[in-house]
């Protein structure tokens, strides 16, 4: 009998999922922190209840979100004063805060919470903290840093260099460089494959975005956007989208149109845009949650974050936040 229940619990535990389905419920508690830029805090929101349950005090300008896999660590940059923080996702307690070598931008995580990459824009140069160790282990030089990037690897990160019009590649055996991808104008956010073969990457001035093949080292297509209306104004000049992400399954692509205050869709088998939805005001950033139920998307310009259904494509909340919101990262709280 003993050996009965035994391997029935063998077997549905070989049953169970390691990940929600897209579009299926999370159990627990799904946290979405959001960085606010002209600030001193960040927000948390309850992605079950759709509402504010927390507000976390920093010093001024938090820039970076970034999470661990296992969902227990959360990392901030704060770019007063030039610290990476780490915190408990079940208390939101600061756990370590690590100085850095200059001023912060986005922020990347590897999936084992070990390294965090920071880019440092006025060093002109890429931070690599070791988070066990608590201190940056190496500082690569790199032009005009903007935004790390981990597509699920413990082996690899990406950061783009918008003073070479490349997005580089890190190799985190080494701790340093593998390869440059030329994108053919200045990079700004980016998102990649979960294999770690295709790069999405908004560029300076262009109403779209690009797609390059990381293997080949090169960009593959343009996709431009419906064109603006004349006249209109952008939040950030030279910066007609901004946020792009991939949906957690890979199949879509969500990407801000900041001047028209609408994130398109695009299906990445299809190779076209296939949607788009109404947000606030000044779309910023794009982050989806763990089972991608939601896209979640900072407005900077209303100090909000509008809350989507991404199998029905519409907006279910838009939830006031602080001053200026900009990064934001979901996670499942174990």
């Known amino acids: 009998m003993k050996f009965l229940l035994i391997s029935l619990s063998l077997t549905l535990f070989a049953l169970s999922p390691s990940a929600p389905a897209q579009g299926q419920k999370t159990r627990g508690t799904v946290k ?18 759709l509402k504010v349950i927390g507000r976390i005090k ?36 600061v756990v370590k805060t690590v100085k850095l070598s200059g001023l912060p931008n986005q922020c990347a995580a590897t999936p084992d919470g070990r390294y965090v990459g920071v880019p ?18 190496k500082n690569l030089p790199v032009k005009v ?19 070479e019009d490349k997005v580089k590649l890190v190799d985190l055996k080494t701790l340093r460089y593998a390869a440059e991808i030329p994108v053919g104008g200045v990079p700004r956010p980016l998102a990649v494959t979960r294999d770690g073969k295709t790069l999405y990457c908004a560029l300076s001035d262009l109403h779209g975005f690009v797609i390059a093949d990381v293997p080949s080292r090169k960009v593959v297509r343009k996709v431009e956007l419906p064109p603006l209306p004349r006249g209109v104004k952008l939040p950030v000049p030279r910066t007609p989208t901004h946020g792009l ?23 990445t088998a299809r190779g076209e845009v296939v949607g788009k939805v109404g947000v606030g005001k000044g779309p910023n950033w794009v982050a ?42 979901a996670v499942t709280v174990p």
């Open 120 to 137: 440092i824009r006025g060093g002109d140069s890429l931070d690599l903290v070791d988070v066990g160790e608590g201190k940056v282990v």
């Open 58 to 93: 920093t010093a001024a300008h938090p820039h970076g979100a970034a999470v661990s896999a296992d969902g227990r660590l959360f990392f901030t940059t704060v770019e007063s004063d030039h610290t990476l923080l780490v915190f408990d996702t079940a208390t939101d307690k």
């Open 32 to 49: 979405l922190y959001v960085t606010n830029s002209t600030g001193d805090d960040i927000h948390v929101i309850d992605l079950n209840a």
């Open 288 to 329: 989806f949650s763990p089972d991608g139920r939601y896209c979640c998307v900072s407005n900077v310009l209303s100090d909000d974050v509008s809350i989507l259904d991404t199998a029905k494509r519409r907006e279910v909340a838009r939830i006031k936040v602080g001053k200026q919101p900009k990064r934001l990262v």
């Open 145 to 163: 840093p903007h935004n790390c990037y981990n597509a699920g690897s413990n082996e690899q990160m990406f950061v783009t260099s918008m003073g």
């Open 245 to 267: 992400e991939l949906t957690p399954d890979g199949k879509e692509l969500w990407v801000t149109s900041c001047a028209t205050d609408t994130i398109y869709v695009f299906d």
